[in-house]
């Protein structure tokens, strides 16, 4: 059974950085997808984030060039770095885990991240 511990998050002002932090315990698959997903109340949850199985990253448009997504495979840690906050940044995030078979199976329990001026 996998275990799923979010931590990180918080508030910080524009311009600013902050980092979300996720360990899988329990992963036995060799394959493992990881991503990082953000929702505002009212508004679906969309997809910042992600690695494949071999590594490579993908961003949303929205966060290219100011979030870098990173991972310790030796730790089972996933990473968020979040730079040059902006106020629509604000939303509950999530880190999900998954076999790479089209769909996250482990989600953690989710962070706060506001962006205030």
């Known amino acids: 059974q996998v275990q799923v511990v979010q931590s990180g998050g918080g508030s910080a002002q524009a311009g600013g950085s902050l980092r979300l932090s996720c360990v899988f315990s329990g992963w036995t698959s060799a394959s493992k997808c990881m991503g990082w997903f953000r929702q505002v109340p009212g508004k679906e949850r969309e997809g910042v984030a992600s690695?494949?199985?071999?590594?490579?990253?993908s961003y949303a448009d929205s966060v290219k060039g100011r979030f870098t997504i990173s991972q310790v495979d030796a730790e089972n840690t996933l990473y968020l770095q979040m730079n040059s906050l902006k106020h629509e940044d604000t939303a509950v995030y999530y880190c999900a885990a998954g076999s790479c078979m089209g769909f996250y199976d482990y989600w953690g329990q989710g962070t706060q991240v506001t962006v205030f001026s």
């Open positions: 690695l494949d199985s071999n590594g490579r990253p």
